[in-house]
């Protein structure tokens, strides 16, 4: 205990004393995932103070660019980190998922190699799964890699690659053996993005954004050393990877500290400044009860995320109970964002333009972005039926 005193002792006045004052807010959408390498001189040298500390990735081993940290240091730093308000130094698939998957399935040349990089902010990762014909049923995958010898040849095209632009490197899943049952033929390969074989071509939304792209392997080569696990056994590997990207969608990395929407407002607040309190309620009754319901489900959301946490002393929450905490997740933010827009009225409907203000404009931008949490990462129905069959062991 005294150890753990002085570790938040020592790590409050180590961020006080070294996160710059402007990386004491949450971070833009744009800021946080994908973007172009950044060229702000206070997030460069946050970066880096973190970096050399091993505090990018607080729990990764020290020798892959962590900081070998425990669980419950790991929460410590993170609640150290919420109280001065301070944005991560750097986030994304790299951190999420690609490198906890290659913690478990990597050899020890591929840690070596890429978690490194991931932890200094160097090297940026996409993910290569859904395709044109392939979302929820991932395994239906036509990419196809054949084995050259001395390489493997790439051929194919994936959808839905978020970040792709911006990326270094993206983690696939493809067909190396097109004559045997669907899930047996798919292998896990990493590829360097930086070639001619690999183009990527951003898809546009209504609102002027291109979050992700549509990638094109076109004789794209990876060497042989980047296969993650067995030839033709990537579905296990791709699966584990699933459960990692699931479980940071839902928080529970950090016990539901940390989130996508860590700059949303308190909705009683939010009524108080816009609706105004009648005898220090909320007069719209049902508005009233939707929002403690709300905070409600919140509250108990995170203690569950907490609980799943202790109750591992690894840290290790990724098996299939993920899916519920994706699931539940997804609909307790939304629910919360369609509540914000219940309270705001027409203020919550602002993209631009000087009658909105920056922040009502941003929770706009949140609330349709939410919309989007129940199909990224395995759309909702997909989780119900995960836990359908693997958690709660009902029939196909
Ligand atoms: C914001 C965002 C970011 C994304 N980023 C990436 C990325 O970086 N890399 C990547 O590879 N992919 C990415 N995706 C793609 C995502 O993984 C797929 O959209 C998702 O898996 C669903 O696949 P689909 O869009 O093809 O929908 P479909 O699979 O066609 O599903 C359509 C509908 O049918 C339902 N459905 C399908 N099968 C079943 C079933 N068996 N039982 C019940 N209902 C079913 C689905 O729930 C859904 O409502 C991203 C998606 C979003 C929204």
Not at 46 to 63: I, N, Y
Not at 223 to 237: A, D, F, S
Not at 286 to 315: V, Y
Not at 358 to 383: F, M
């Amino acid at each position: 205990m005294v150890k753990l005193d002085q570790f938040r002792m020592e790590t409050r006045e180590w961020l006080d004393a070294n996160c710059p004052l402007s990386m004491r807010t949450p971070a833009k959408e744009e800021e946080m995932y994908g973007g172009p390498r950044t060229t702000d001189k206070d997030a460069l040298l946050w970066l880096d103070r973190m970096a050399a500390k091993g505090w990018t990735a607080p729990q990764w081993p020290t020798e892959y660019g962590g900081a070998g940290l425990s669980k419950t240091e790991y929460l410590i730093l993170q609640e150290e980190m919420l109280a001065i308000k301070a944005r991560l130094p750097a986030q994304g698939m790299g951190f999420s998922m690609i490198g906890p998957t290659l913690l478990d399935y990597g050899t020890e040349q591929q840690k070596l190699t890429h978690l490194p990089k991931i932890a200094s902010g160097e090297i940026r990762w996409c993910q290569g799964y859904s395709e044109p014909g392939a979302g929820s049923d991932l395994a239906s995958l036509q990419t196809r890699c054949e084995d050259k010898g001395d390489y493997f040849q790439i051929n194919g095209q994936k959808t839905w690659t978020s970040g792709a632009q911006h990326a270094d490197w993206i983690f696939t899943l493809v067909r190396t053996d097109p004559k045997v049952p669907k899930h047996d033929g798919i292998s896990f390969v990493l590829i360097d993005m930086d070639q001619a074989g690999v183009t990527t071509r951003p898809i546009g939304l209504l609102s002027g954004n291109s979050p992700f792209c549509e990638t094109f392997f076109d004789n794209a080569r990876a060497e042989k050393y980047n296969l993650v696990g067995q030839l033709n056994r990537g579905w296990t590997v791709g699966k584990r990877l699933l459960q990692h990207e699931r479980s940071s969608i839902a928080g529970l990395n950090s016990g539901g500290m940390r989130g996508r929407y860590e700059n949303m407002r308190d909705l009683a607040t939010l009524a108080k400044e816009y609706i105004g309190l009648i005898q220090g309620k909320i007069s719209d009754p049902t508005l009233r009860q939707s929002i403690i319901e709300n905070n409600m489900d919140q509250q108990a959301f995170n203690i569950t995320q907490r609980r799943a946490m202790a109750e591992n002393e690894s840290g290790d929450t990724q098996g299939h109970a993920t899916s519920m905490f994706k699931y539940y997740g997804a609909g307790v933010n939304q629910q919360q964002l369609e509540l914000q827009l219940k309270v705001m009225g027409t203020q919550s409907l602002g993209w631009e333009g000087p009658e909105f203000s920056e922040e009502e404009a941003d929770l706009t931008r949140s609330w349709l972005r939410s919309k989007a949490s129940s199909i990224a990462g395995g759309s909702s129905e997909v989780q119900l039926n995960i836990v359908a069959k693997r958690v709660l062991g009902l029939p196909d």
